[in-house]
């Protein structure tokens, strides 16, 4: 037992942990953004708007998250020079972010579509009635009601947000979780299935009250039709 | 001065008219060469079978159904197809759906003031006043906090036409307004349009109240099969009707009720 407990003071678990936490914490804000952009594209009365939503999200939905994490380091940095700023490290993390969120947003933006499926078509329809064009009718009268509708999607991408953040890993992003798991590994190899173990019921931990506040949050924010 | 007198030269011709309107939906032909013209302050009727095409008529007119050719104006603009001009001129016509559609996340306070802020650019306090005016005017000033789905169908349709006016447009478009209704709701929500009626707002009327086009109607409009078949006062078409589809449909009517 003081054999396992050992590797807490030799490793700082919790500070990985909140590694991706705020690796979570930054891609979710990215992919909510840009996944909302995605869905307002994706349900515009332009056609060409709409294939470009289209295009983004089949493209990136279908491709691995370690390919767009790896492209990030590789491509964009190593042979392109791509900088996000910060030092060495820093750079790391927010290409890791962005890959992160631009991997998510192709998910947030079909959550929130299926949040739209949830307003009658009606309401689009009063709100073009009295004079409201796309974006305004969006802003007031689609988007939060389709907000409300997609919580339990949207939670569903934050919960795998969660858990794809240790894929910054393969983005030389050394602290996170599963960097650190790897590296007790290599040195602790008489304790591994304990090892393992944390790391999973670390991740157990932060992920049961993310899907238990969105259950929460879609009874209580449910439209009343 | 040149604006002026356009302003004036288009108030005095009709306020909606529709000029050899098609559409199809496959090869079904819903409306089939259609030629209306609603003047100001004229109420309108448009009665017919199910089908016949007129409650898609009634939504043409704000392009929420599009046409295939033919034209549409408003207030002498031709409607537009898309854009910020179709915007501008749908915040003209008032609009009033068969299954109300209030905005089900806002109160029905925001409800009427949403047009009139985001559309007319008013000041939450200027358009709050508004508001209670025309809730007092429709009878639901004292459920102005509630939600939509708070409320009866009746006082949720009534909401709708509040919300409608405080657009000050100059049509009323009403797409089968008490269809969706309990009959017991169904009056208050036509002594409300009657009141409208009254005060000289132009109305366009899609129902199957006959009660309300005989009342209300200064012109009734049969339409089958998405023809225009006869048009005639309410009085002259109820009692000497001309045709033989508004025979049978009102001999169905009478042998129904």
Redesign the interface.
């Known amino acids: 037992m003081d054999n396992y407990l050992s590797i807490f003071t030799e490793y700082d678990v919790p500070g990985a942990f909140w590694v991706n936490i705020q690796l979570t914490f930054w891609a979710a804000l990215g992919a909510l953004l840009l996944g909302t952009v995605l869905a307002l594209l994706r349900i515009s ?1 332009v056609a060409s708007f709409r294939a470009i939503g289209a295009s983004y999200v089949n493209l990136i939905r279908n491709t691995p998250l370690t390919i767009i994490i790896l492209f990030g380091v590789l491509a964009l940095y190593g042979q392109l020079g791509f900088n996000l700023g910060g030092d060495f490290q820093g750079n790391f993390f927010r290409l890791a972010v962005m890959g992160l969120a631009l991997y998510h947003a192709a998910f947030v933006c079909e959550a929130i579509r299926s949040g739209v499926n949830t307003v ?1 078509l ?2 689009a ?9 796309f974006l ?1 009718a969006a802003r ?2 689609i988007l ?2 389709a907000f ?1 509708g997609a919580i339990v999607p949207l939670g569903n991408t934050l919960i795998a947000l969660i858990k794809n953040s240790t894929v910054a890993a393969v983005g030389s992003v050394a602290t996170e979780a599963s960097s650190t798991m790897k590296t007790m590994i290599e040195f602790r190899a008489d304790i591994v299935i304990p090892i393992f173990l944390t790391f999973a019921v670390g991740f157990v931990i932060i992920v049961i009250p993310v899907g238990l506040l969105t259950t929460w949050l879609s009874k209580k924010l449910a ?3 | 001065m040149k604006s002026d007198q356009q302003a004036q030269a288009s108030s005095d011709g009709p306020i909606v008219e529709l000029t050899g309107v098609n559409k199809h939906y496959g090869a079904l032909h819903v409306l089939n060469d259609i030629n209306l013209q609603v003047t100001k302050g004229e109420v309108v009727v448009i009665l017919g079978p199910s089908g016949s095409g007129k409650s898609t008529l009634c939504r043409a007119i704000n392009r929420l159904e599009t046409i295939d050719d033919g034209k549409i104006s408003i207030d002498g603009k031709i409607l537009p197809e898309e854009g910020k001009a179709l915007a501008t001129l749908r915040a003209d016509v008032g609009m009033v759906f068969q299954s109300f559609n209030l905005f089900a996340h806002k109160s029905i306070l925001e409800n009427v003031t949403l047009g009139p802020i985001k559309v007319k650019g008013l000041k939450k306090a200027a358009a709050d006043k508004l508001a209670m005016q025309l809730l007092e005017r429709v009878g639901v000033a004292n459920q102005a906090g509630k939600l939509p789905a708070q409320l009866s169908g009746g006082q949720q349709q009534r909401v709708a036409i509040a919300r409608a006016l405080a657009m000050r447009p100059k049509v009323m478009l009403f797409d089968e307004p008490t269809s969706a209704l309990d009959p017991e709701m169904i009056n208050e929500v036509l002594d409300t349009m009657v009141g409208l009626a009254k005060e000289g707002m132009t109305m366009l009327v899609v129902t199957h109240e006959m009660g309300f086009a005989r009342k209300a109607a200064d012109r009734v409009i049969f339409m089958a099969d998405g023809q225009i078949v006869e048009q005639a006062t309410p009085h002259e078409f109820f009692t000497n009707p001309q045709s033989d589809r508004a025979k049978d449909f009102l001999g169905k009517l009478i042998t129904n009720h």
């Open positions: 009365p009658p009606g309401q329809e009063a709100a073009r009635a009295i004079g409201l064009s305004p007031e009268v939060p009601q409300r439209v009343a039709r």
